[in-house]
């Protein structure tokens, strides 16, 4: 069954809002906040997770290239820690609507919560990523966005695999991580990581 907007996208600014990340346990949770512009469509828009990454990229330059407006938010690894992850992904939603230089009328967010958001309505919206067009669209630029920046970690900590499995918490991560040790991009309240803290591995600094 099709999603009925509570608004005319025709005529009202439409955002769409999703994350990327709470369960990984290295790096920002990422969120993405898109307005299309009804006069050009992007085609093949769907959930990031059901894309392969070449779709993605090439749906990510289609995207920020045609959208009235989009942006990026984020919460680091510190903010997890000391929020949870649930808090931390709500304030990287806000950040993203926040940063968008084009104000939204509506804003339609993934999931079945909402954050605190003051300058327009805001909707959850059960599986939105896969119902409504703006959703999906923010959730390929969250992905993309964080995906690439699990390629830039690979790079500056080698041998964790990060451009393997994205910093979720697989057979192959958890033995680098027992190997290596946690730096300080980690989420130090995630479990695998106080398991390995309260351990015989010591936290390594970034550098």
Not at 103 to 124: F, H, K, S
Not at 176 to 200: F, M, N, Q, T, W
Request: glycine residues 8%; aromatic residues 6%.
């Amino acid at each position: 069954m099709p999603f009925i907007y509570p608004v005319d996208p025709a005529t009202c600014l439409v955002c769409g809002v999703d994350e990327v990340g709470r369960g990984p346990l290295v790096g920002d949770v990422v969120t993405a906040a898109v307005i299309l512009d009804p006069q050009h469509p992007v085609p093949g828009l769907a959930d990031s997770k059901k894309l392969t990454p070449r779709r993605r990229e090439a749906l990510y330059g289609l995207i920020t290239s045609s959208a009235r407006a989009w942006a990026i938010g984020r919460a680091s690894p510190a903010e997890i820690d000391r929020l949870n992850i649930l808090a931390a992904s709500m304030l990287a939603m806000r950040r993203a609507v926040e940063a968008l230089t084009v104000r939204p009328d509506y804003v339609l967010v993934d999931g079945n919560r909402t954050p605190e958001i003051t300058c327009c309505p805001v909707q959850a919206v059960i599986r939105g990523d896969q119902l409504v067009p703006e959703i999906s669209a923010a959730s390929i630029l969250a992905k993309v966005t964080r995906d690439r920046e699990m390629d830039e970690l690979a790079v500056r900590y080698p041998g964790y695999g990060y451009e393997r499995h994205r910093g979720y918490p697989t057979a192959e991560h958890l033995e680098a991580l027992r190997r290596l040790g946690v730096h300080d991009l980690y989420r130090k309240s995630y479990r695998p990581v106080r398991e390995i803290l309260g351990g015989v591995c010591q936290s390594r600094a970034e550098g």
